[in-house]
């Protein structure tokens, strides 16, 4: 037992001197600094298109002389840093708005004997920043545990990060001329009302507001209809018109859509029902439509909330001639029946250019 106790004694004194042999020889306290301090800032741009958008910017601690202790390292905002910077590169930046920023959790590891620590980082948004307006965000060094004797570097104790918001300008009445529907699943067959023709759902692409798409009445909904743009354009709204005719008082309204659903693409997987599948958002899905709530408002514009680079809008109606036969609720008549879902025209509005100020 007595050479066991005194093989493992030597065991510990040899792991001891080993350590003591690898580990530095510390002649002042560990110094810390900001990682780039100095260097060009980081710049976020956040594009704002109906919805908030979010950005991250990353940063790091270094140590200038180590420790032999691990750190942890909290951050700041610190908006006196601001002036300093205006001052010294002859800008008149203002601090960005704490509602457009979060740091909670940002703090680093820096592990004994290291140089570099792990990573930070802060979440930048769009809520809270003005319209078009450019922000600087100073992010310094706020407390250091784990070594009481350690100090940071004033002159390396903060990065800066640069915010710009960029806005969408008012989308533009987009040209439909090339315009096609090259699929859709319910039509009715061409017909005359106040001579003026129905049925086919090329109505929708024709210019003329007393023509109109009829779905199929003999067929359920939802029905479905995919229209070419011929080209990838921005789209951020959709203008429908309904029916043109009011019809008989005891309907709240005629050929107003109430639900109706759109997905957008760049490519798609063929024609025909193939033109149903590809590469589509998924659906933006609107009920009870208030555009169309009065019987005399025929058009209306449907604002979405993303913007769409694609070049084919997939549309998902959901209205159908009775009750029972609807993808959702819909305007029923005093008979339980209702006409929503005849389309006049289909339109959409967006950018051709670059859609932000």
């Not at 350590?19 to 510390?26: A, D, F, I, R, Y």
């Not at 910017?57 to 270094?62: G, K, L, S, T, Y």
């Not at 604002?303 to 819909?330: E, F, H, M, Q």
């Amino acid at each position: 037992m007595t050479r066991y106790c005194m093989l493992a004694c030597a065991a510990v004194f040899a792991v001891a001197c080993s350590e003591k042999e690898t580990s530095p020889e510390l002649s002042e306290p560990a110094v810390i600094a900001m990682q780039n301090a100095g260097s060009e800032p980081q710049k976020i741009e956040l594009y704002d298109s109906g919805s908030v958008s979010e950005a991250k910017a990353q940063f790091r601690v270094e140590a200038e002389s180590i420790s032999d202790k691990t750190l942890n390292i909290t951050f700041r905002a610190e908006p006196l840093k601001v002036e300093e910077y205006n001052a010294e590169h002859g800008t008149d930046y203002k601090m960005a708005p704490s509602e457009c920023y979060d740091m909670a959790g940002a703090e680093v590891l820096l592990p004994r004997y290291n140089t570099v620590s792990s990573t930070a980082e802060v979440t930048v948004s769009t809520a809270g920043i003005p319209d078009s307006e450019t922000y600087l965000l100073p992010v310094v060094i706020d407390k250091v545990s784990g070594d009481e004797d350690v100090t940071v570097d004033s002159g390396k104790d903060a990065i800066y990060i640069i915010i710009k918001k960029y806005v969408l300008k008012e989308p533009v009445l987009l040209n439909r001329s090339g315009w096609e529907v090259i699929y859709c699943d319910s039509e009715a067959n061409e017909s005359m009302y106040n001579g003026y023709p129905y049925g086919p759902v090329k109505y929708i692409l024709d210019n003329e507001g007393n023509t109109w798409w009829n779905y199929n009445t003999s067929t359920k909904a939802p029905f479905t209809f995919v229209i070419d743009l011929k080209e990838e354009i921005y789209v951020k709204k959709i203008r429908l018109t309904a029916r043109p005719d009011t019809g008989d008082n005891k309907f709240k309204t005629r050929g107003a859509p109430r639900n109706v659903d759109f997905a957008f693409a760049s490519s798609i997987s063929g024609t025909g029902p193939d033109a149903v599948n590809g590469d589509y958002s998924d659906f933006e899905v609107f009920t009870d439509l208030e555009q169309f709530r009065s019987r005399l408002n025929f058009t209306g514009d449907i604002t979405l909330g993303g913007l769409y680079r694609c070049r084919y809008i997939k549309v998902r109606y959901n209205g159908a001639w009775k009750n029972a036969d609807s993808g959702a609720p819909d305007y029923i008549s005093e008979t339980g029946t209702y006409n929503a879902g005849m389309l006049a025209e289909f339109e959409a509005l967006g950018y051709t250019d670059s859609p932000y100020e």
